[in-house]
Every structure is written in C-alpha cells, then in structure tokens.
C-alpha cells in the first residue's frame, strides 16, 4: 500500500508532534532511550478491533498489517525517539552529490530466526535485493514509492525498476545492487533527496531468499504465483524475523500476542518482554476498555465524550490524563465520481442515482456539501470540543512535513497558493474551519442548479452498525449538518453494515469499479516519506492509490468516458500539475512551492473534502511518555523497541516533564 488508514487503528499510541528532518550526508546509525527507573514492568496489553489480513510486508498496503509486521521486520533506517533519522540495519549510508546513487553498509552478524527464536541466516545485502524483487514480482502495494511519478515510464523512479514490472527486461537489471554481503546500493533516474525517510518504510525491506522460496513455487523469484505462495499468511511461521518481536499468537478476533525476540541486534533497548492485543471488535460496550483500564487488563485507554458520564471520568483523572499531540495523519471525505454498482443503496430511481452522478462531477455541487459539513460536530461525538477543532485539518497533507529554507511552513505555502487560485484571504490552517457556512452552502447549490443539476441530491454514505455508538452518532452528525445547512436539498442517506463488510465495502475494496457508495468518510492516509509527494500522489490519476476509492481507472486504463470524468472534474489539471511539481529536484523550495499549489488547486475544486487528523483524545496511560520512537513517517510510530512501561498510571506531571525533554531534544 500506501499507509492506508482507518479511524479504527489499535489503540491510540501516537503521542507525536508535527515536524521531521531530512540529511543527505554520511552518518552512522545509534539511539538512546530513557532511563530505566523503578516501578517498570515487562508487559503490555492493548486492545485492537481488525485483524492483520496477512504478514507480507512487501505486498500488503494497509495498516492494520502494518501495525504487526513493524515490530517484526526493520529496514535500513528508523527514527530515535527525538524524530532523528538513525541506523537500523545500515550502520552508515551516503549519496552521491546529486543523490540519484545511495550507498548503505549493513551492521554485520544480525540474524534472521524463525517464529520460535531458532537462527535461520545473517541479514545480508542480497536481501534487500530479494525483498525488492518480491515485492515487484507480487505488485506490493508499496511498490509505488520507487516508480516515480508515473508507473508506465520505464525512465521514472529506480533504474529499470518499472521496466521489470512491465515485463520488458531481468531483475538484474534493476537499479538495486548488492556491492558485496554488506553493501546494497540503489539507483534512481532522478535525484532522490528523500530516500533516507523513504527507507523508514516497507517498500525497501529485506527478506532472505532461500526462505522466501521454500514457502512454494509460487513464491519463486520471477515467477510469482500467489494462489502457490504461502510466504506472509497470517500464521506466525510463515515469515522470518530480525526485529524486536516474534509473533507468538495471531488469533483472529481473540488476541495478538508478540514476544521479545532475544536475538535482536538491539535487544538492550527492548524493555517489554510480552506485548498482548486483545480484540475489542464491533459489539463491546462503549465502557469495556476504561473498565479493563480501571482493572488492569489493558495499559492505556481514552476517555471518550460519548460517555453519559464523560464529565465525571475528566474530572476522576484530572491529574494522570493528557491530550494526545498533533500528527501527520490525514483522512478526507471522497466522492464517488463513477459509481457503477448500486447493491446498497438508499437512491429511490434510476433518474435519482444519476442525478447525484451529475452532481458528483459539478464543482459547485462539491463545494456545497463542503461547506454544509460541520465537521467539529462530527468529531465531537468523539473528542471533546476544543479537541475536535484542533483535529480540524484543511488540505490533504501535513503543514509540517517540510519548510522552505527562509523558514515557511509547507501549510504556510499551500494557503498562500489558495489564497492565490481564490482571490480570498482564507488560510488553510490547522485548528479551524474555514468552509463551513450555511450561506455559502446555499449559493453553491444556486449556481449549480443554473448549471443544470437538480435538487434534492441524495448521498449514499455507509456507516458502521453495532454496539459503538460512536460511528453511529458520527453518521448522524454528518447527515444533521448537511441537510440542515442546505435546508434539505443535499440529503444524506445512511447505509448501516455490520463491521467485516464495512471494512470490506470501504477500506479493502482495490477495485475502482466496485466502489458502493457515493461519498466516503473511511480513506485516511499517514506519510511515506518526508517530501509533500508522499500525500499528492494519492490522487495522481496515473499511478495513486485514491483514484480506485474515488472510483476511477488509472490513466492507463481509461476509457473515453472515465478520460472524460477526470476533465470534467478537474483531475486531468490536478495531474498536469502534480507532474510538473514532482520533475522539480534541483531546487527545494521551488519544490515545495509548486506541491503546494497543487494541494490548493484540490481544495479550491473540492475534488475531496479535507476532513481531519488521526484521531486524537484524553488518554490514561502506563506507557512512560515519550520513550517511544518519534517517527513522522513510515512505520516506526507502530515499532515497540525503546518503549517502556510502569506499575502504576502516569501523571499528567511526569507526562508534562517528559515533554519538556523531547522538545528541549527535537
């Protein structure tokens, strides 16, 4: 994948700050952690409500598979827990002065083992070869991020790298090397001055080769045969390890379980013994995780507003509580701009299904419903309010994920771009809402009904049925918002499923033709790599992952009315410029300046409506703070190593000092 999220992630972990560093030179790897102090413990239990759908790092693409694989596999480079780039398996790593060529000598004598701890073979160089190969060879859906801007230009990304992918030359190819047991080298077409943070990601993981091809013939390099591969099922033995864990329990829907993996090249920075999960799936009570909190079966938990009582839960943990911190995470609302299946459904006729089609495509149409979309209500049911306005996110993308060299924040410069397309001083700033107007609502609808669309317009919109009230009172939140602020012409119809299918219908659906639904609140999305690329390509309509959620064909794969939809809409410009951008290497700021107008040209079309960060909250806690790698990108804000865990709750104070370190040490 990309790192495609869901509100509905494990437990809620991530206790990070915007920002992230970016070095091109020579550096050799090394971290710190915390002080072990008295009172620690060796556990930690958590709860989780989605199962990993398999352990396959280098073909999966979803989080949920994610979250389990980052704390068995590392990659080349991680993060410490101040946010700064360090060595895992590469000791020392360097390019060459356009960074196009990037060099990386591996720690010598770390070991692969086996689900039970039994030493398998030393991590070498030619694994990241084998792991490059296997993902090409299974189209891994991370496989992207080394392809360039567009996957059908043999000149683009990692020399020859798509060549192979289309079948036209040998993986030998292929600008990926190992120099000798210690060294591997990668060559790219065009300058890569991002790859360092790249590497933090699945898409660069190595696997051991002889390993790979004993899991069946269709696990054979170059000839790959998934329904014959059992490489990555979701059975613990079913992957080899050199991470901090190895898998000891995957129960689907009862409990994930991982245990110290004593082998571990960093096995003096691992201070938890055992890691539990136990599932909290759709049917539990809306208590069930402050009531094990309270009794000592989970470690961390939130405080929820849904709670009738939230006021007395506040008050009870005034002291230990504390407020999740602002992340790089991002989830927006997609329209369906090419709906063919229609199995559920709340549209009444033929005629009404392709009136909210036509609409879908008209511009004004889209900005009504954005402006009709209270969003701090929508959080609300979730967060309290003064969270749910912080929550509030403007483009795609996070305003911190690079800054000029004068200083200007990346969202500096996407407001100065829509300031710019809109002739407005509107910012897009974080922590406020800068659409939300029943005035505006209702002159979008003016204009688009003089451009022929024809109100009522319904919405199909699916939620999560179940215990959770939660993703109900959201569903309805939204549906309130937007039929009040549009006086009731924008209507929207709310489509209960059971969990599984929800997740199936929204999240794990791949196929852009079978997108069932007309707007979608599920797609969020967390960064790759710290270049503003790693958000806008999402939605590049010849290589993202987001065309099929919008429910369009990559470029390659037109037909003359699906070319037609993207001109309409206005996808085919967002291209255009998205390609111009990223062809910018030689100078940054240029750069960062022309990704900025791109994200403003989306937001002043409402190609999306930009909706939120992660899910932040009121957390109580036995996780001593910040002992945790800060990683603002990839997967390290999943990984366990450096983390520690006390007897007793944290205090809002410790939490307040311990934040003083990590900002005195960023």
């Avoid at 992918?165 to 120099?179: H, M, N, P, T, Y």
């Avoid at 230990?320 to 609302?333: A, M, V």
Wanted: contains cysteine.
């Amino acid at each position: 994948m990309k790192k495609i999220l869901t509100l509905a992630l494990a437990a809620l972990l991530a206790l990070t700050l915007v920002g992230c560093s970016n070095s091109t030179t020579t550096t050799t790897g090394g971290t710190e952690t915390g002080s072990s102090e008295a009172g620690l413990k060796n556990t930690l239990t958590l709860v989780y409500t989605s199962d990993a759908d398999q352990l396959d790092y280098l073909e999966t693409n979803k989080a949920t598979d994610f979250e389990v694989v980052a704390n068995l596999v590392d990659g080349l480079l991680g993060y410490d827990r101040y946010g700064h780039i360090v060595g895992n398996l590469a000791e020392e790593w360097s390019s060459n002065e356009d960074q196009t060529v990037w060099t990386f000598k591996l720690r010598q004598g770390v070991k692969w083992v086996t689900n039970t701890g039994e030493e398998y073979a030393e991590v070498t160089a030619d694994d990241f070869v084998a792991g490059l190969q296997h993902a090409a060879d299974f189209k891994g859906g991370t496989i992207y991020l080394l392809q360039g801007s567009n996957p059908e230009d043999p000149n683009q990304g990692l020399v020859n790298f798509n060549s192979y992918i289309l079948g036209q030359c040998d993986f030998s190819e292929v600008g990926v090397k190992a120099v000798d047991d210690y060294t591997v080298e990668y060559t790219f077409n065009q300058p890569m001055p991002y790859f360092e943070s790249m590497t933090t990601y699945a898409a660069v993981y190595p696997v051991n080769r002889t390993f790979l091809e004993s899991q069946g013939e269709g696990c054979k390099l170059g000839s790959p045969d998934v329904e014959a591969c059992d490489f990555g099922t979701t059975s613990p033995d079913s992957i080899l390890y050199n991470g901090a864990f190895l898998l000891s329990a995957n129960d689907a829907k009862s409990q994930i379980k991982f245990t110290k993996n004593q082998s571990y090249y960093m096995a003096d920075q691992v201070y938890i013994d055992e890691v539990t999960w136990l599932y909290g799936g759709e049917d539990q009570d809306v208590y069930s995780d402050i009531t094990s909190f309270e009794n000592g079966t989970i470690d961390q938990t939130s405080l929820r507003p849904v709670w009738e009582d939230f006021d007395s839960y506040v008050e009870k943990y005034a002291d230990y509580y504390y407020e999740t911190l602002p992340n790089q995470s991002i989830f927006n609302i997609n329209f369906n701009y090419n709906r063919l299946v229609y199995e559920n459904t709340g549209h009444t006729s033929e005629e009404d299904m392709a009136n909210t089609r036509a609409a879908i495509l008209n511009e004004n149409f889209r900005k009504a419903v954005m402006a009709a979309y209270d969003r701090v209500a929508y959080l609300e049911v979730q967060v309290p309010h003064n969270m749910a306005v912080e929550m509030l996110r403007n483009f795609n993308g996070s305003p911190e994920i690079v800054a000029t060299s004068d200083g200007r924040t990346y969202g500096d410069l996407v407001t100065e771009a829509y300031q710019e397309l809109t002739g407005t001083d509107i910012s897009l700033a974080d922590a406020q809402d800068p659409f939300l107007s029943k005035e505006a609502a209702l002159e979008y609808i003016e204009a688009a009904k003089a451009e022929g669309i024809s109100f009522p317009v319904s919405l199909d919109c699916a939620y999560i049925s179940g215990a959770d009230q939660v993703y109900v009172q959201r569903a309805q939140s939204m549906k309130q918002s937007i039929e009040e602020n549009t006086d009731g012409q924008i209507v929207i119809n709310l489509i209960p499923e059971d969990i599984d299918t929800y997740y199936n219908n929204q999240y794990y659906n791949e196929n852009w033709a079978t997108q069932d639904y007309d707007i979608n609140t599920f797609s969020g999305w967390s960064p790759d790599y710290a270049d503003p690329k790693t958000y806008v390509d999402i939605y590049s309509t010849s290589g993202g992952s987001y065309m099929r959620t919008v429910g369009l064909p990559l470029d390659a794969d037109d037909t003359a009315e699906t070319r037609a939809i993207k001109d309409e809409a206005g996808w085919a410009e967002f291209e255009t410029l998205y390609q111009a951008a990223n062809a910018i290497t030689d100078d940054l700021d240029a750069r960062y300046e022309a990704f900025a107008m791109v994200d403003a040209f989306a937001v002043s079309k409402a190609l999306y409506i930009p909706s939120q960060m992660d899910t932040r909250g009121y957390v109580v806690t036995k996780i001593v703070p910040f002992t945790k790698q800060y990683s603002p990108v990839g997967l390290g804000d999943y990984k366990y190593v450096y983390m520690q865990v006390q007897e007793e709750m944290v205090t809002r104070a410790q939490y307040d000092e311990a934040y003083a370190d990590f900002q005195a040490n960023r």
